[in-house]
């Protein structure tokens, strides 16, 4: 079975840091692109990163550039994301999603463009 376990959500201070964990377990990562989305509460879910499956490109939303980075390790099957300089803004439940590809550059922007998820980890920016 295919799937993908989003982790390392918390409760933090602004301007603290998290690191959130996307592990795959049923399939291998490295043919995979895999993108961080958000959902905030009453909003819409929106792109926050992506990386190509090889980590050689990535696309990073405006409001989390600078602040956020995003990072594979497909020999554990994993994707993170590193979290700093964090606002209250940030609040939102993250999802991890994968799609596989077939260039090593290249990795979708768009929601709809993925084919797994995770089940998302509640990130709450708050003092």
């Known amino acids: 079975q295919l799937q993908l376990v989003d982790s390392g959500g918390g409760l933090v201070q602004p301007g603290g840091s998290l690191r959130l964990s996307c592990a795959a377990s049923?399939?291998?990562?490295?043919?995979?692109?895999v993108g961080w989305f958000r959902q905030a509460p009453g909003k819409e879910r929106e792109g926050v990163v992506c990386?190509?499956?090889?980590?050689?490109?990535?696309n990073y939303a405006n409001f989390v550039k600078g602040r956020f980075t995003i990072a594979r390790d497909n020999a554990k099957n994993t994707v993170y994301l590193q979290m700093n300089s964090l606002k209250p803004e940030d609040t939102a439940i993250y999802y991890c999603?994968?799609?596989?590809?077939?260039?090593?550059?290249?990795?979708?922007?768009?929601?709809?463009?993925?084919?797994?998820w995770g089940q998302g980890t509640q990130v709450t920016v708050s003092s």
């Open positions: 999603a994968a799609t596989e590809v077939y260039t090593d550059y290249g990795a979708p922007k768009y929601d709809y463009q993925y084919d797994y």
């Open positions: 990386i190509s499956r090889r980590g050689g490109g990535t």
């Open positions: 049923g399939f291998t990562l490295d043919t995979y692109a």
